[in-house]
T-cell receptor, first 117, second 111 residues
C-alpha cells in the first residue's frame, strides 16, 4: 500500500522569507509521480509542482522548488520569497503510473501555511 | 480554470435523502476521479472511472455509487444521506501527464 505523510500540521512564515514543507512517502513501485497541491481558502485544488520519480533533477516552478530524495522517500517543498497569496493548505500527493495509465493520487493530510505581513 | 466542471457548487439536503453530483472532465481526458474532503481533512479517494469502466475503488461507502457515461461525464450518487456525509466532493480528470486536474468541488451539507 502507498502512504503519504506530512508531519507539520501548521506552519507560519514572514512575508519575503523562505519556508520548507516536509513530506515523506512509501511505495514499492518504481514508476510514480510526486506532487504538491495548494488549496487556498477558495477550496480550489491547484497544482504547484510535479516530479517524476525517474528524474534525479529537482523540479522548480518560479519561487517553488522541491528537494526529492528518492532513497529516503522524501519530497519537501521550498517556497522562496513568500507572499501573502501563498497562504493556503498544501498537500503532498503520490501518483502511480500503470504503463501510461494514470492511477489515483494518494494525498497527505496537509500542512496549513500562514504567511504573515 | 482547470477545465473540469462540477455541478452543483452547493447543495443542502436532509438526512435520508439522495443527491446526484455531476462532473464533466477536461476535453480529451478519459479518466474521472471522485474525492471526498471532510472539514479540515485531506482528500479521500472514492472511485475512478476510465472510459466508462470502473478502474479503481477507494473508501467509497455502499450507499454511494458512481458511473461514467459514453460522453465521459460522470455522476456520483449519494443515498440515505447522514450528517457525516457533509463534505466537499471533488471530481478530477487526468490525461497522460500524471497530474490530476480538479473541479471547484460540490459542497454538500446534510441537515
Amino acid at each position: 500500500a502507498q502512504t503519504v505523510t506530512q508531519s507539520q500540521p501548521e506552519m507560519s512564515v514572514q512575508e519575503a522569507e523562505t519556508v520548507t514543507l516536509s513530506c515523506t512517502y512509501d511505495t514499492s513501485e518504481s514508476n510514480y509521480y510526486l506532487f504538491w497541491y495548494k488549496q487556498p481558502p477558495s477550496r480550489q485544488m491547484i497544482l504547484v509542482i510535479r516530479q517524476e520519480a525517474y528524474k534525479q533533477q529537482n523540479a522548480t516552478e518560479n519561487r517553488f522548488s522541491v528537494n526529492f530524495q528518492k532513497a529516503a522517500k522524501s519530497f519537501s517543498l521550498k517556497i522562496s520569497d513568500s507572499q501573502l497569496g501563498d497562504t493556503a493548505m498544501y498537500f503532498c500527493a503520490l501518483g502511480l503510473n500503470y504503463g501510461g495509465s494514470q492511477g489515483n493520487l494518494i494525498f497527505g493530510k496537509g500542512t496549513k501555511l500562514s504567511v504573515k505581513p | 480554470d482547470s477545465g473540469v466542471t462540477q455541478t452543483p457548487k452547493h447543495l443542502i439536503t436532509a438526512t435520508g435523502q439522495r443527491v446526484t453530483l455531476r462532473c464533466s472532465p477536461r476535453s480529451g481526458d478519459l479518466s474521472v476521479y471522485w474525492y471526498q474532503q471532510s472539514l479540515d481533512q485531506g482528500l479521500q479517494f472514492l472511485i475512478q472511472y476510465y472510459n466508462g469502466e470502473e478502474r479503481a475503488k477507494g473508501n467509497i461507502l455502499e450507499r454511494f455509487s458512481a458511473q461514467q457515461f459514453p460522453d465521459l461525464h460522470s455522476e456520483l450518487n449519494l443515498s440515505s444521506l447522514e450528517l457525516g456525509d457533509s463534505a466537499l466532493y471533488f471530481c478530477a480528470s487526468s490525461g497522460n501527464t500524471g497530474e490530476l486536474f480538479f473541479g471547484e468541488g460540490s459542497r454538500l451539507t446534510v441537515l
